[in-house]
């Protein structure tokens, strides 16, 4: 097996690592919520969201195309994907190298872009801010840059030196109607203290038009990212280790969770706008786990204000959900995964269903479509 095609491989047990401590960060109170941690490729990855209208399907040759090249790498990588543990730590450090590595290499481009990026995979904490006031000046209205920027400076667990107010502001002049927006402000105006501010914040992002935290965005851009460095692996190495690092800059959900968990048992006009996002939330997420935090929020809201028979309710969707991922075919799974990056046209569809009609929909998409194939074409399936 080729290096390159071995850490793609090596993915999944990156993943498992990544997605421990992404959990522990979510969950300030074990037994308050449930979230769905995302994993990476080939496990439920949390796919893209924004506000594309136009439903994608997945024509029937780039699938068949796909789905034989995936078939061809499945039996090349059966022989030879059990690593030691000392290889598997060697591979996540090959993972993490390879993120600053980019970051190195896209730091030095024009593109705002490419620098925002850089910022997004940089450990030093100066000269990620650095890179960030230089990927803002570069494109001072895009909401996704300035979003990324709010999001890195009030991560808790990274102390930065960061015009973190200035940046809130621009986020809500370009970003005014998404509620992600402004609960990540309502969370910092609470972490400093500032009450009533963050209910305020909060019942803007109760009500707001839409709810996106630019996962395609930064899918799409990781792998666009891979490819302009002059990365050596070819598309689907690129497209899995983008949903590998996409994984690590999604929002810290507990800082949201914890303001409603502490706040709604005291205040029924808390309990009430927390209710109020977390039916937004399920309404309007397109991931995963953006639905789940919907639906936990609104159960911890419920609790508080006496509801109980409706926190049932609540609660029989998220075990729905959960029996769900159980029952999932797990070789559909694996094979999903993998299709969805087999070929540029199937991940820009994949990507673009998922934009259209939320994660879940979208994979059941892809899988109607491999069944409808393989119902008609059965000598197309990969060998056991």
């Not at 090349?76 to 030691?84: C, H, I, K, V």
């Not at 896209?106 to 006031?133: G, K, P, Y």
């Not at 048992?265 to 953006?290: H, M, R, V």
Request: net charge negative; hydrophobic share 45%.
């Amino acid at each position: 097996m080729t290096s390159a095609r071995r850490l793609y491989v090596v993915v999944a047990s990156v993943a498992a690592l990544l997605v421990l401590i992404y959990a522990t960060r979510q969950l300030d109170s074990p037994d308050a919520i449930e979230i769905a941690a995302p994993t990476l490729i080939p496990a439920e990855v949390p796919l893209a969201e924004a506000t594309a209208t136009h439903q994608a399907d997945f024509p029937a040759a780039d699938l068949r195309s796909a789905l034989a090249d995936v078939c061809s790498n499945a039996a090349n990588d059966s022989a030879d994907n059990e690593l030691t543990q000392e290889e598997i730590q060697a591979q996540i450090d090959a993972f993490n190298q390879l993120g600053l590595d980019l970051s190195d290499r896209l730091a030095v481009s024009a593109s705002a872009e490419h620098i925002h990026l850089a910022a997004l995979l940089e450990n030093d904490s100066d000269t990620r801010v650095e890179l960030l006031e230089r990927a803002i000046s570069g494109s001072p209205s895009e909401p996704f840059i300035i979003w990324s920027a709010v999001r890195v400076c009030s991560d808790s667990a990274v102390s930065l030196d960061c015009p973190l107010r200035d940046w809130e502001q621009r986020l809500i002049a370009v970003d005014t109607q998404n509620s992600e927006s402004w609960i990540r402000i309502a969370a910092n105006r609470y972490a400093a203290g500032e009450t009533d501010a963050a209910l305020e914040a909060m019942r803007h992002a109760a009500t707001a038009a839409e709810t996106r935290i630019y996962w395609t965005e930064t899918v799409e851009m990781i792998e666009r990212g891979l490819a302009a460095a002059g990365s050596e692996y070819p598309f689907p190495e690129r497209a899995g280790m983008a949903f590998g690092f996409a994984a690590m800059m999604l929002p810290v959900y507990g800082d949201y969770t914890r303001m409603c968990v502490e706040q709604s048992p005291q205040s029924a006009e808390w309990a009430y706008t927390c209710l109020a996002y977390g039916e937004l939330a399920e309404n309007q997420s397109k991931t995963d786990i953006g639905v789940s935090i919907g639906r936990s929020m609104q159960k911890l809201a419920l609790e508080a204000l006496g509801e109980m028979e409706k926190a049932a309710d609540v609660e029989k969707r998220l075990q729905h959900r959960r029996q769900e991922r159980l029952n999932a075919n797990i070789e559909h799974t694996v094979l999903t995964e993998r299709l969805m990056t087999a070929n540029p046209s199937m991940f820009t569809a994949f990507l673009a269903a998922t934009r259209s009609v939320g994660e879940v929909a979208a994979r059941r998409k892809i899988v109607a479509e491999i069944d409808r194939l393989l119902e008609q074409q059965p000598e197309l399936a990969c060998e056991p």
